[in-house]
Protein backbone atom coordinates (compact mmCIF):
# COMPACT_ATOMS: atom_id res chain seq x y z
CA UNK A 1 0.00 0.00 0.00
CA UNK A 2 1.68 3.26 -1.22
CA UNK A 3 0.52 6.63 0.90
CA UNK A 4 1.57 10.45 0.52
CA UNK A 5 3.22 11.29 3.75
CA UNK A 6 3.54 14.73 4.80
CA UNK A 7 6.37 15.71 6.47
CA UNK A 8 6.58 19.37 7.78
CA UNK A 9 6.70 21.59 4.44
CA UNK A 10 7.88 18.45 2.69
CA UNK A 11 5.65 16.19 0.45
CA UNK A 12 7.49 12.52 0.54
CA UNK A 13 5.77 10.44 -2.07
CA UNK A 14 5.42 7.09 -2.34
CA UNK A 15 6.41 5.52 1.00
CA UNK A 16 5.89 2.07 1.43
CA UNK A 17 3.46 1.37 4.22
CA UNK A 18 2.80 -1.56 6.07
CA UNK A 19 0.62 -2.89 8.34
CA UNK A 20 1.97 -4.86 11.61
CA UNK A 21 -1.31 -5.27 13.75
CA UNK A 22 -3.88 -7.56 12.67
CA UNK A 23 -7.39 -6.64 12.25
CA UNK A 24 -10.19 -7.91 14.62
CA UNK A 25 -12.92 -8.10 12.73
CA UNK A 26 -11.19 -9.13 9.27
CA UNK A 27 -12.57 -12.84 8.36
CA UNK A 28 -8.97 -13.48 7.01
CA UNK A 29 -7.21 -12.19 10.14
CA UNK A 30 -8.78 -14.50 12.33
CA UNK A 31 -8.48 -18.07 11.13
CA UNK A 32 -7.38 -20.95 13.16
CA UNK A 33 -3.83 -22.04 13.30
CA UNK A 34 -1.99 -24.66 14.73
CA UNK A 35 -1.00 -24.22 18.11
CA UNK A 36 2.48 -24.47 18.09
CA UNK A 37 3.98 -26.02 21.65
CA UNK A 38 7.00 -24.03 22.45
CA UNK A 39 5.39 -20.54 21.88
CA UNK A 40 2.44 -21.86 24.23
CA UNK A 41 4.65 -23.43 26.95
CA UNK A 42 6.64 -20.25 27.07
CA UNK A 43 3.67 -17.95 27.56
CA UNK A 44 2.71 -20.54 30.53
CA UNK A 45 5.83 -20.01 31.66
CA UNK A 46 5.82 -16.59 32.22
CA UNK A 47 2.06 -16.22 33.33
CA UNK A 48 3.97 -17.92 36.58
CA UNK A 49 4.52 -16.09 39.78
CA UNK A 50 8.30 -15.50 40.80
CA UNK A 51 8.66 -18.39 43.06
CA UNK A 52 7.47 -21.13 40.99
CA UNK A 53 9.85 -19.85 37.86
CA UNK A 54 13.40 -18.99 40.04
CA UNK A 55 14.97 -20.81 42.53
CA UNK A 56 16.07 -17.43 44.35
CA UNK A 57 15.37 -13.47 44.22
CA UNK A 58 15.92 -11.86 40.96
CA UNK A 59 15.84 -8.20 42.12
CA UNK A 60 16.36 -6.40 45.64
CA UNK A 61 12.61 -6.24 45.90
CA UNK A 62 11.47 -9.19 45.50
CA UNK A 63 13.46 -10.01 48.62
CA UNK A 64 10.90 -8.51 50.86
CA UNK A 65 8.04 -10.77 50.29
CA UNK A 66 10.03 -14.02 49.26
CA UNK A 67 10.36 -16.09 52.77
CA UNK A 68 6.60 -17.05 54.05
CA UNK A 69 7.67 -17.96 56.92
CA UNK A 70 7.38 -15.25 60.02
CA UNK A 71 10.85 -13.61 61.43
CA UNK A 72 8.97 -13.57 65.28
CA UNK A 73 6.44 -16.86 66.54
CA UNK A 74 3.45 -14.70 66.23
CA UNK A 75 1.46 -15.57 69.71
CA UNK A 76 -2.00 -14.74 70.10
CA UNK A 77 -1.67 -13.64 73.73
CA UNK A 78 1.40 -11.67 73.44
CA UNK A 79 -0.59 -7.74 73.76
CA UNK A 80 2.50 -6.15 72.07
CA UNK A 81 1.80 -7.55 68.94
CA UNK A 82 -1.70 -8.62 68.59
CA UNK A 83 -4.28 -5.26 68.68
CA UNK A 84 -7.63 -6.51 68.97
CA UNK A 85 -10.67 -4.94 68.45
CA UNK A 86 -12.11 -3.62 71.82
CA UNK A 87 -15.77 -2.88 72.39
CA UNK A 88 -16.66 0.48 74.39
CA UNK A 89 -20.32 2.35 75.12
CA UNK A 90 -19.53 4.11 72.45
CA UNK A 91 -18.49 2.32 69.74
CA UNK A 92 -21.06 -0.35 70.29
CA UNK A 93 -23.80 2.93 69.64
CA UNK A 94 -21.64 3.88 66.53
CA UNK A 95 -22.18 0.50 65.31
CA UNK A 96 -25.72 0.71 66.54
CA UNK A 97 -26.36 3.82 64.68
CA UNK A 98 -24.40 3.29 61.41
CA UNK A 99 -26.49 -0.25 61.21
CA UNK A 100 -29.88 1.50 61.52
CA UNK A 101 -29.05 4.07 58.92
CA UNK A 102 -28.73 7.38 60.89
CA UNK A 103 -26.46 9.51 58.40
CA UNK A 104 -26.89 12.32 60.46
CA UNK A 105 -23.78 11.25 62.67
CA UNK A 106 -20.98 11.02 60.29
Known amino acids: MKRRVRSGTHLMCSLEVHTITRKPMSWHDNLEEP ?32 DLEPLVNPERHDRRLNYFRVCSDITLYKAKTWGLGDDRHK
Do not use: M, S
Request: hydrophobic share 30%; proline share 6%.
Open 35 to 66: ADARFLNLIHHTAQGPRKKYPETQTENQEVGW
